[in-house]
């Protein structure tokens, strides 16, 4: 199921915020320059400095934020994980 939620999330990113996903060991400085070329706002950060959120007034923001050098985009509520830190459970 699982799987399922993150492949749908994957494939039709949809909404004003959304999981921007870059290339493992970007710095949060070059995620902020992939949203900002993309004309969209960094909403939060994660524990992970290549993975943000971003929100974007266009409908086509996930397309341009793929143009601006992100690796992948999804929904946003997947990367709520990625946000948290390790509780140590």
Known sequence: MLLVLMIGG???PQGDRILVIGHPGMSE???MAIVAAADG???AGTRLSWIVVAEGSS???SLALMKAGAMAVANDFIGY?????????
């Open 59 to 61: 409908g086509l923001f």
């Open 10 to 12: 994957y494939l039709a």
């Open 29 to 31: 400085r070059q995620m």
């Open 41 to 43: 706002r960094l909403v």
């Open 81 to 89: 994980g990625c946000m948290r830190e390790n509780d140590g459970g």
